[in-house]
Structure formats: structure tokens, C-alpha cells
């Protein structure tokens, strides 16, 4: 079988692309932007491809949101300055929706919830963890969950953001007794390479002509497909 090499296939892995908006699945062990010199990076990647596409026209790409380097799943890119500005401002009201699929060491108890914590980033390390909601610099932090299915010790979790911290899914997760499988920052060396989160749902109005754009992938990280819910 021939070896995926995201440079090769970006054409496969773009959802959708118009003038003003690219919508891209972001592989796991890919970083969105770096600032390690040599390593490649999605923001790259795509300028090259739209290089290519429109010859002697600089290409433009306006960065929305991230996901970790270890991280798949979906992301909406502005093509040009009017585009970008109206995506961000959706993201800021709330108006652009994310949903994420995890698996997880144990089961969640309750099976449905909501998780309210306190939050502080540690630049030096890039980690955070769940502080009192009095230290300096805390952020509150929230997201809903889901149990989808059960699978002996894992579980496959369906997640919504209300707010967007710093790993907050994997931190969250982590101090609820449930780390995501292969998250070796935050929970333990389980052998699995990438963290089990998936970007899978991705919603928001398109900047120009207003249209509920929307997007559902299944995940392709391999400890996934042991649930019914992401074979095909």
C-alpha cells in the first residue's frame, strides 16, 4: 500500500474551496503553524498548493483556528482579508460550531455532563492545568460531553466546546479520570501514537453569502474505528 504523504494528496483532503474560504482535514502529526525551522506545517503547505493553483498571485491564508499538532480533524481557512475577519468574528460571538470526537481511558460517569473548570497555560512548558479559579491568570473552561459507546476500558466521547482554552479537551478530560487514549502529555504511554480527538463537525455562515455552510468526517486514527459509530 502505497504511504498517504499529506504534500502529495492535499487535493484529497480538502472538503470544500471557493474564492473566499478553504475547509481542510488536518491529519494528526501535522502542526498548523511552527516555529521550528525546517518543519513543515499546514499554513505552508497551503500557500504552496494555492501558489501552484493561481501562478503569480500571492497566496493568501487566514488562520481562524488551530488544533494541536497531535490532533486530526476539520478547519476553515479565509482566503482572503474580508473572508478571515468575518470567520474570526464568528468565532468570537460563538457562531462558528466545533464538535469533537475522543476516545477515553475508562467510562465517564455520568455518561452526560458538563465540565467547569479553572484553567492556567504554562508558556515554558506548553501545558496547562486546572487551577483554583483564583490564581492569577485562570480562565474558565467549559465543555459538554457525551458517551457515545463503551468498549471494555475506553470510551468513545462526543465533546462541545463553549469555550476555547489552551488543550483544554485534553486537560479537562484528563482531571475527570478519563485522559484521552495516547495523550502522553496528559495522561500515560499507552502505545497508541496521536491523541484520540478528532475535529469531526464544523459549522459557521459563509462570509459572503451568508449560507450555514456544514462538514462531518469520520476520524482516521486507527484506535477510532474499534467503535461502530466511526467504521463506514
Keep these: 500500500m502505497k504511504r498517504f504523504d499529506v504534500r ?20 494528526a502529526g501535522l502542526p498548523v503553524q511552527s516555529a521550528r525551522m525546517g518543519q513543515m506545517d499546514l499554513e505552508s503547505l497551503l500557500k504552496n498548493y494555492l501558489a501552484e493553483v493561481v501562478p503569480g498571485q500571492m497566496p493568501y491564508v487566514g488562520i481562524v483556528h488551530r488544533l494541536d499538532q497531535p490532533v486530526e480533524g476539520l478547519l476553515v481557512f479565509g482566503k482572503n482579508k474580508k473572508s478571515t475577519v468575518s470567520l474570526n468574528q464568528q468565532l468570537g460571538k460563538g457562531e462558528v460550531e466545533k464538535k469533537y470526537l475522543a476516545v477515553v481511558h475508562g467510562n465517564p460517569e455520568p455518561k452526560e455532563g458538563k465540565l467547569v473548570d479553572y484553567l492556567k497555560r504554562d508558556g515554558k512548558t506548553n501545558t496547562s492545568s486546572v487551577v483554583s479559579e483564583h490564581i492569577r491568570d485562570a480562565k474558565r473552561s467549559v465543555l459538554n460531553y457525551r458517551t457515545l459507546e463503551i468498549l471494555e476500558d475506553m470510551a468513545l466521547v462526543e465533546i ?21 487514549v495516547g495523550d502522553h502529555k496528559y495522561g500515560r504511554a499507552d502505545g497508541v501514537k496521536n491523541v484520540a480527538l478528532c475535529a469531526y463537525k464544523l459549522s459557521y455562515c459563509h462570509p459572503d453569502s451568508g449560507k450555514k455552510m456544514k462538514f462531518e468526517i469520520l476520524p482516521k486514527g486507527e484506535i477510532f474505528r474499534k467503535f461502530s459509530s466511526c467504521q463506514e
Design 8 to 27: 502529495n494528496n492535499i487535493q484529497e483532503m480538502i472538503q470544500y474551496e471557493d474564492k473566499d474560504v478553504l475547509v481542510f482535514c488536518k491529519p
Design 160 to 180: 462541545n466546546l463553549e469555550t476555547g482554552r489552551h488543550h483544554q479537551i485534553r486537560v479537562q478530560m484528563a482531571h475527570g479520570n478519563t485522559p484521552l
